[in-house]
């Protein structure tokens, strides 16, 4: 994943383990549902890190795709499995700024037509 900031990495994979969960794959999600997750899991208080949808779509522009995927195998290490993480950037109707969603999926196809939770 070397076209990706390498900065942003641990992000990526945090991620990557969060929608992999049974309770999340197979859904695709927006990042501000995504950085409350990470938020929630990381239990930000003052102090702590806390996670924003800037940062989490700055860790997946990729040139200028708007919609790609990542397969678990190759990008993230550690996992040996057919999981693929299924990125989609659109703009938000009636506005300039684009919104990310990002879900894991055991098949490419399966991530197209779900709808954002």
């Known amino acids: 994943m070397s076209w990706f900031p390498k900065s942003l990495s641990p992000l990526r994979r945090a991620i990557a383990e969060l929608l ?3 309770h999340h794959a197979g859904k695709l999600y927006c990042t501000d549902d995504i950085a409350a997750m990470l938020n929630l899991a990381a239990d930000a ?3 702590a890190i806390s996670f ?3 940062l989490i779509t700055r ?3 990729y040139n200028s795709e708007t ?3 990542l397969s678990y195998k190759d990008c993230f ?3 040996d499995n057919n999981h693929l993480l299924y990125i989609q950037m659109h703009q938000r ?3 300039l700024d684009m919104t990310t969603s990002i879900g894991c999926f055991r098949l490419f196809v ?3 037509p779900a709808g954002i939770v």
Do not use: M
């Open 93 to 95: 109707t009636g506005r």
């Open 59 to 61: 860790a997946f522009v």
């Open 110 to 112: 399966l991530g197209k």
């Open 77 to 79: 290490d550690g996992y």
């Open 52 to 54: 924003n949808t800037p």
């Open 20 to 22: 992999s969960s049974t």
């Open 45 to 47: 208080g003052e102090c």
């Open 67 to 69: 919609e790609y995927i």
